[in-house]
């Protein structure tokens, strides 16, 4: 297949995969649509369908039209921030082959440590959130060399430990709060206020950027997307971390550190979630207030699935998720749509366009089938 | 008992006429076959690996369709479109890799797929258990129906496996290198009850290339050669060496250019190596030999005689028993494959899609993977493009490596040019000793040849070569000396190939014949040890 062509089918695919979704999603939409006659639900279902799909950019009012709104741009690309973290943290440890869920739990306690970095450490303005950020990706690389070490060393899954991992931080956060950091004249738990000086800024001071806590996170973040695509293809460690994923006998035999590069993997898979966590703290909140495990580690692995598993991809992924999630939300709010039935759209639409990427395999197999049977049939050629 | 006496086709339980069957690589693993089964008796097919008898065996089970030719069964044309098909049709197949799911019972095994169920939900085991029991009577086959399959000996499973097929209503069993994981002891009881099933009027086909097993239980054989037939013959009408001349043989000789070997020091020095498998069958015993700067020396065998465990033993796959490895007086048994390779070793891998490349990335990242954090190929943190591309580009010119560019995907590619991508990788990055483990195995004749030549270049230009394949054309036409293994040892050790015949080397590739003690450690190219 030459390059052109094999462009084409990607495209049309996942157009394809979007109309198919959609189509389903209409169908659950209809069915659930207030009003008593068919015209009337009909109604709301388009309804319904406008506010997901041009909703999270556009405000739609009956006076005024239908008009671009910069307001939602900035929600959704701060949305963004977090599960970009996530997204490339997951890509790392996944395309070394190890299923470490760690993300989750990684993104709770680095923002966790990074709030208590920005509370207890007086530093000055600027250092101190880059400083606290550090801190917050460095304590989870380190916690993740407990499932990697276990699993270099004593072949235990990184998948379950990992995931065990989770709720482990999340409950001693919230014994630690409970207990000791809360701010006890407050009305809920959390957190004394952090320092002003830890706040990362937004990225344009006015009431749009500001209020959509659009802040130079994102910048870190896309930087982030660079640094992570340029390690893992124009250097030796994410070469060795691919070339592991693809095939760990083949990398052995080659005479690569095969142990070491999958607990490096990990650990950084860890600094990443740990690190993202702290921007999305200091960037959007001025005092810690999670009781419970955020979603952004899960959302991260939706996002590397989609992007398969390439740096890059990351933030077209993650802005995906951001849309759809926002869009779902404004269907919920504006459409009359149960507000279940908005998590089981989203899982059709996710599984279409995760299917798509199953396909992608499936083709591979026929392009190799196809390849095959060209040389036997040269070879018959030239037997014959 | 054959029960029927007449000739014609009724004669036969199984027919295959002029089977032909070319897989989708290209590789014709049989050409216009014709193989024919008595009822009741014990057939050998026979024939060195690669001869094609798993394939035709496999489209009689059903798990392959030939690409032309027909089967018949008891008189009837059949297409065996799975082995269902077969199975429904009488034939069972015993797997030299037992297929038993080693967490369930023996009796467990024996109803896969058949349970028998209690009111309609619950499996009977104890309808298994005697169901087990009646079978293993029956055939006079002792097995422990309520042991788990994994605390069983092999033999054992050996017996459950054939009860398997027999309960499945088999009356030809086939059966693919039966002995191969037994013990002596354990292939006499099996001898005994493959007769007792023979006399029950049961066929057999017996897999084997070993000599004097053949001899003692077939009543017929078929030898087979390069995907050929080689003919059908009356087990006791014909010798040992007969069978030994027609099973190993050579095609017309292609005569590769050569200049005389001038061995210079030893490079790779192999004392004592014994290794134990997890069965607790000797697979190397006492294997000591030189390999020099500048000479190919070739191990010849019969596939299964040690050598992949030998290989293994060298770059560290797997750790012997007793015994010592050097490279240039250090140790290598039990380094990691990094240091192995810094100490200059190279390995052309018997197994080229699981150790040889990464078949979903690149080219380019398949030939640098063992040099990729060299300082030509790094600036800083990172890759240096350029020179990385430049090596690639420059491999693929030199091993001439048909593809698109280099950043196709290796999985991509034929046979032949992922075999040269492993090549350029392990010939280029300077090494002292080439170990190349079945190279041109499955591959088209021209990549076949340039590999070839690329080891006797390589060779004279001071680079010490072990080769093993048993392909008999290749080890005699590029090895200066040979050992040939049989049974885990060294039977025979020729400074010179030239004068070998193929008479010679097959009388020692099947055990007919064995060198002296002294006569093998003449390969030992010092004397004190």
Not at chain 1, 78 to 104: D, H, K, R, Y
Not at chain 1, 357 to 365: D, E, G, P
Not at chain 2, 63 to 81: A, D
Not at chain 2, 470 to 498: C, K, P, Q, R, W
Request: glycine fraction near 8%.
């Amino acid at each position: 297949m030459t390059r052109k062509r094999e462009i084409r089918f990607i495209i049309i695919r996942s157009l394809v995969a979007i109309c198919i979704a959609l189509l389903v999603a209409t169908l659950l939409i209809f069915i659930s649509a207030g009003g008593d006659t068919f015209h009337e639900k009909l109604e709301a279902t388009g309804e319904a369908l406008r506010q997901m799909l041009i909703g999270p950019l556009f405000r739609m009012s009956k006076k005024k039209g239908t008009s671009f709104e910069l307001k939602r741009l900035a929600d959704i690309l701060a949305a963004m921030i977090p599960t970009i973290f996530t997204g490339l943290s997951v890509c790392i440890m996944f395309s070394a082959n190890q299923f470490n869920l760690g993300a989750e739990g990684g993104i709770m306690l680095g923002a966790f440590v990074s709030a208590m970095v920005a509370i207890y450490v007086p530093m000055p303005a600027g250092l101190h959130a880059v400083v606290a950020v550090l801190i917050g990706g460095a304590v989870v690389a380190i916690l993740m060399l407990l499932p990697a070490l276990l699993k270099t060393k004593l072949s235990v899954s990184e998948m379950v430990c990992s995931l065990m991992l989770n709720y482990i931080i999340m409950y001693v956060i919230k014994f630690l709060m409970n207990t000791y950091l809360a701010d006890k004249s407050r009305g809920q738990i959390m957190s004394y206020p952090f320092r002003e000086t830890s706040a990362i800024a937004p990225i344009v001071n006015n009431t749009t950027f500001s209020g959509a806590k659009l802040t130079w996170g994102f910048v870190v973040a896309i930087v982030a997307v660079i640094l992570c695509g340029l390690f893992m293809y124009r250097s030796r460690w994410g070469y060795a971390i691919r070339m592991i994923g693809i095939n760990q006998a083949f990398a052995g035999y080659s005479g690569m550190k095969v142990g070491s590069v999958i607990v490096l993997s990990q650990v950084l898979g860890g600094f990443l979630a740990g690190a993202g966590g702290g921007v999305e703290m200091l960037g959007r909140y001025t005092s810690f207030s999670w009781s419970a495990l955020p979603g952004y580690g899960w959302t991260g692995i939706t996002i590397a699935i989609l992007a398969s598993n390439n740096p890059y991809m990351v933030p077209l992924a993650a802005f995906f998720m951001a849309y759809l999630s926002k869009g779902c939300d404004l269907m919920a709010t504006y459409a009359k749509v149960p507000a279940q039935l908005i998590d089981i759209i989203q899982g059709v639409i996710f599984l279409f366009f995760a299917a798509e990427q199953f396909l992608a395999k499936y083709r591979q197999k026929l392009v190799v089938k196809s390849a095959e049977e060209e040389i036997a049939r040269l070879n018959l050629n030239k037997e014959g | 008992m054959p029960d029927e006496k007449t000739s014609g086709p009724g004669e036969y339980v199984v027919q295959m006429k002029q089977i032909t069957k070319i897989y989708a690589n290209g590789a014709a693993a049989n050409r216009g076959v014709d193989f024919n089964l008595r009822r009741g008796e014990i057939h050998a097919l026979m024939g060195e690996n690669g001869a094609g008898k798993s394939t035709l065996m496999k489209m009689l089970f059903g798990l392959e369709q030939p690409t032309s030719g027909e089967i018949f069964v008891n008189g009837e044309k059949l297409v065996l479109s799975s082995p269902s098909v077969a199975i429904a049709h009488g034939i069972g197949m015993v797997h030299q890799h037992f297929m038993l799911v080693p967490s369930l019972s023996v009796a467990e095994n024996m109803v896969l797929g058949m349970v028998p169920h209690k009111s309609g939900i619950f499996i009977d085991k104890a309808k298994a258990v005697e169901l087990t029991r009646a079978y293993s009577e029956k055939f006079n086959l002792h097995v422990d129906p309520e042991a788990k399959v994994m605390d069983i000996p092999v033999g054992m499973k050996q017996k459950v496996e054939i009860l398997k097929a027999l309960v499945r209503g088999a009356r030809i069993l086939i059966m693919d290198e039966p002995t191969a994981v037994l013990t002596t002891q354990e292939t006499a009881e099996l001898f005994v009850e493959l007769k007792n099933l023979k006399k029950q009027g049961y066929t057999i086909v017996f897999i084997s290339h070993k000599l004097n097993e053949i001899m003692e239980i077939t009543d017929r054989l078929t030898i087979m050669r390069k995907g050929k037939s080689m003919g059908v013959y009356n087990t006791k009408d014909v010798t040992k060496e007969e069978i030994s001349r027609l099973m190993v043989g050579r095609d017309v000789v292609l005569s590769l250019q050569k200049d005389k070997a001038v061995p210079g020091d030893t490079v790779l020095r192999v004392r004592h190596l014994e290794y134990i498998n997890e069965w607790n069958k000797k697979m190397l015993n006492d294997i000591s030999f030189d390999v020099r700067r500048g000479e190919i020396l070739g191990i010849a065998g019969v596939e299964g005689n040690g050598q992949k465990e030998l290989v293994d033993m060298l770059f560290n796959f797997n750790t012997p028993n007793a015994g010592s490895a050097s490279v240039n007086g250090k140790s290598i048994l039990g380094l990691p494959q990094q240091k192995i390779r810094e100490l200059g070793v190279a390995l052309v891998p018997e197994d080229r899609m699981l150790y040889g490349i990464a078949s979903g990335a690149s080219i380019e990242e398949n030939v640098i993977s063992d040099r990729s954090g060299e300082k030509r190929f790094n600036k800083g943190p990172l890759f240096n493009m350029k020179a990385i591309h430049a090596e690639a580009d420059r491999l693929i010119k030199e091993y001439t490596v048909l593809c698109k560019s280099r950043s196709q995907q290796v999985g991509m590619l034929s046979g032949g040019n992922i075999q040269k991508v492993v090549v350029a990788r392990e010939f280029s990055n300077h090494p002292i000793l080439i170990l190349a483990d079945q190279p041109t195995r499955g591959i088209d004749v021209g990549a076949t040849e340039f590999i070839r030549k690329k080891l006797v270049e390589l060779s004279r230009s001071g680079i010490a070569v072990l080769l093993v394949s048993a392909d008999l054309n290749e080890v005699m036409e590029l090895s200066d000396s040979l050992i040939v293994m049989h049974n885990g040892s060294i039977a025979a050790y020729f400074e010179d190939t030239a004068g070998l015949t193929d008479e010679i080397m097959g009388e020692y590739m099947l055990g007919l014949k064995k060198q002296s003690a002294e006569e093998v450690r003449r390969v030992c190219h010092d004397q004190e040890t």
